[in-house]
């Protein structure tokens, strides 16, 4: 814990940096309004905040620069995620006015929105199929012997199979079997068992075993990452090999999603730098939150930044386009 004063100074030096990028100065920090100390009292405290670890010297006579643990003091301290501003939050309700169409488009679309509102590259992972639920499915003749299966899943997702017949269906067998074939799947969580009894209609009950069979042997895109803003990131860091290692990372959907995943199953909604493990992100943060399809979380939005983020507008930036984003998959937009 630190006293009223130290984490006032604290405080100050993490402000400033974020803004300037430039190791801080005592005299900086004395000048800041309601501080009401000295240049040497407050040069003194920054060298214990140094002993203790919060604060850092890039090289001797220059000021100090934040640590992680300076970081996670000054994001521990603030009181709440923060707020847009007027025209952000007008680009939100937008957005989301708007946005219609195929789930994949819509995600995209997300991460684009969420990049530009934090001018970090945004990071949006695609619900998993195996927690929606069906809401609908239907059967649909392509030919004599091909018909598509289209399900409709709650997190807003479309899947497609098309089987192919060992023999021609009549019309009202086919239309008998996607009635049924929707009335056993619809509510049921995708890739849940599903018992088909026997009718008198062998082609319809054939025809619904193999659409079941068809939705089961190829699962959906699972842990699909749409990332917007990437060349973003090239301006964030004056390092080209960071750069480098950071553009590399975004490209890696099998290591975004568990680092996302990691993120929150640790209860936090921030990770700065070498908190969340990932060695060749030690230079940035990331800001996480879940979204939501009728209460369950489904996926998660997030941002990836440099840890010297501007991190009140990114908490509100992410926390209001996950809950948008939850609202309009919980509508069936």
């Known amino acids: 814990m630190l006293d009223e004063r130290k984490a006032a100074i604290l405080q100050a030096v993490v402000e400033e940096y974020i803004q300037t990028a430039q190791p801080v100065g005592s005299g900086h920090v004395a000048r800041r309004p309601g501080l009401a100390v000295s240049s040497a ?5 920054m060298g214990v905040l140094e002993r203790e670890g919060y ?3 890039p090289h001797t006579s220059a000021g100090r620069i934040p640590t992680d643990k300076g970081y996670r003091f000054f994001v521990d301290s603030m009181v709440g995620p923060g707020h847009l501003g007027p025209a952000q939050s007008q680009q939100v309700l937008d957005f989301f006015a708007h946005a219609h169409g195929e789930l994949e488009r819509m995600l995209a679309d997300t991460s684009r929105l969420l990049s530009g509102l934090t001018d970090y590259a945004a990071v949006v992972v695609r619900p998993s199929a195996d927690v929606a639920r069906i809401r609908s499915v239907q059967i649909v003749g392509l030919a004599p012997r091909v018909a598509l299966v289209v399900a409709v899943l709650s997190s807003g997702a479309i899947e497609k199979r098309s089987i192919e017949l060992t023999e021609d269906i009549a019309e009202d067998s086919l ?10 799947l619809a509510g049921q969580v995708s890739g849940a ?3 088909v009894t026997r009718t008198d209609d ?3 009950d054939r025809l619904v ?3 079941i069979e068809a939705l089961r042997s190829e699962p959906a895109a699972q842990n699909q990452v749409f990332v917007g803003g990437a060349a973003r990131m090239a301006t964030a860091f004056d390092a080209v090999g960071t750069i480098r290692e ?3 990372i975004l490209e890696q959907q099998y290591v975004l999603v568990t680092l996302l995943r990691d993120v929150l199953d640790r209860g936090l909604s921030v990770s700065i730098g070498t908190e969340h493990g990932v060695q060749s992100l030690a230079d940035c943060s990331v800001v996480v939150a879940p979204y939501q399809v009728d209460g369950e979380d489904v996926g998660t939005v997030g941002i990836l930044g ?10 509100a930036a992410v926390a209001v386009v996950s809950k948008r984003l939850s609202r309009a998959l919980s509508e069936g937009i």
């Open 209 to 211: 075993s193999e659409a």
């Open 41 to 45: 009292t407050v040069r003194n405290e």
């Open 175 to 184: 239309r008998r079997a996607s009635a049924r074939l929707d009335g056993l």
């Open 246 to 248: 950071v553009l590399g």
């Open 55 to 57: 604060l850092a010297q």
């Open 306 to 315: 440099p840890t010297r983020m501007h991190y009140d507008q990114a908490l």
């Open 193 to 195: 068992p599903i018992e």
């Open 202 to 204: 062998e082609a319809a």
